[in-house]
Nanobody, 114 residues
Framework: VQLQASGGGLVKTGESLRLSCLVSGMRAGIVRRAWFRQAPGKERELVASILASGSTTYADSVKGRFTISRDIAKNTVYLQMNSLKPEDTGIYYC?????????WGQGTLVTVSS
């Protein structure tokens, strides 16, 4: 099983980025796909998640700005990030849950300059 995240980069306040996470070696049975982030000196936090049903949840800090989506056929989960702020800076990790086990990608760095 491999999760490969991409799409991070350096942007200015107010700009947008779209993160992608390709899941390999696993297709059926994923109950949740999610994006977490870890800012410097802080704990990893859940940013957004999407259940197998399609139901989504977001951290309060990103509601209205970020959108999580998935392409089942491509086995890919996306995070569209708009109106980025310096406090969105961090390493973003994709995550899936299957049969009670967490699987993590390697992370992609997002830096938002003021």
């Amino acid at each position: 099983v491999q999760l490969q995240a991409s799409g991070g980069g350096l942007v200015k306040t107010g700009e947008s980025l779209r993160l992608s996470c390709l899941v390999s070696g696993m297709r059926a049975g994923i109950v949740r796909r999610a994006w977490f982030r870890q800012a410097p000196g802080k704990e990893r936090e859940l940013v957004a998640s999407i259940l197998a049903s399609g139901s989504t949840t977001y951290a309060d800090s990103v509601k209205g700005r970020f959108t999580i989506s998935r392409d089942i056929a491509k086995n890919t989960v996306y995070l569209q990030m708009n109106s980025l702020k310096p406090e969105d800076t961090g390493i973003y990790y994709c995550n899936v849950i299957k049969e009670g086990r967490y699987y993590w990608g390697q992370g992609t760095l997002v830096t938002v300059s003021s």
